[in-house]
């Protein structure tokens, strides 16, 4: 079974430019999560689907970031226009109701490193 | 407002000895304590996770310790191996419409030396 894929796996970009990332979660699982780590810090919630539909995104910084998710398969994440502060890891992760810790048991991708310079 | 306090932040172990890594939370709505590993270049992985009514959880060489009165949750790592070094994430998690939002501690860069 294939895991969470996310692309590109690095992103330079200079502030004020668009940047979008992708995620491909397991297939079949409804849940699908974005966090982000800024460097040492805390690894931070983004925002929750549940198949097509957000269930929550309290973790939203700004309306500069958009996600979106197709059809309840792949994810993406948009940053426009990008600032410095967005620097950092992004990861997606997904999970199966199904499974036996249901949504908590989340499979995480190798993340996103965004450096807006 | 971190609501995952984690320590320590970086902890250096001999082959054989015993890591621990603690951490304490505030919302005693958390129900689901989850520790991650994580290894450069990849993704967290889940490795062990307890929920608050029970007070120990052991797999293999690793065990949670959790005391709820005082809501603090441990990671003990018996025997550590050169392997195990890594970075080790504590989490928290509410159930109800918000069930699998994670929060997490800093992380602590486990180092053990051969």
């Known amino acids: 079974e294939a895991g969470v894929t996310q692309f590109p796996s690095h992103s330079v970009i200079e502030k004020g430019q668009t940047v979008t990332l992708r995620c491909d979660p397991i297939s079949g699982h409804d849940n699908l999560y974005w966090y982000r780590r800024v460097m040492g810090k805390e690894i931070k919630f983004l925002l929750h689907?549940?198949?097509?539909?957000?269930?929550?995104e309290s973790g939203m910084p700004n309306n500069r970031f958009l996600a979106e998710r197709t059809g309840g398969t792949y994810s993406t994440l948009k940053v426009q226009p990008a600032e410095l502060e967005d620097s950092g890891v992004y990861f997606c992760?997904?999970?199966?109701?199904?499974?036996?810790?249901?949504?908590?048991?989340?499979?995480f991708g190798p993340g996103t490193r965004l450096t807006v310079t | 407002q971190q609501q995952v306090k984690q320590s320590p932040q970086s902890l250096i172990v001999q082959k054989g000895g015993i890591s621990i890594i603690n951490c304490a939370y505030e919302n005693t709505a958390f129900d689901y304590f989850p520790w991650y590993q994580q290894f450069p270049g990849k993704g967290p992985a889940l490795l062990i996770a307890i929920r608050p009514d029970v007070s120990e959880k052991k797999e293999g060489r690793f065990t949670i310790s959790f005391n709820k009165s005082a809501k603090q949750f441990s990671l003990h790592i018996m025997d550590s191996q050169p392997g195990d070094s890594a970075t080790y994430f504590c989490?928290?998690?509410?159930?109800?419409?918000?069930?699998?939002?994670?929060?997490f501690g800093q992380g602590t860069i486990l180092t053990v030396h051969p």
């Open positions: 689907f549940v198949k097509e539909s957000k269930q929550d």
């Open positions: 992760a997904s999970s199966h109701f199904d499974s036996p810790l249901g949504a908590y048991e989340q499979y």
């Open positions: 989490a928290a998690s509410i159930g109800g419409t918000s069930y699998g939002k994670l929060t």
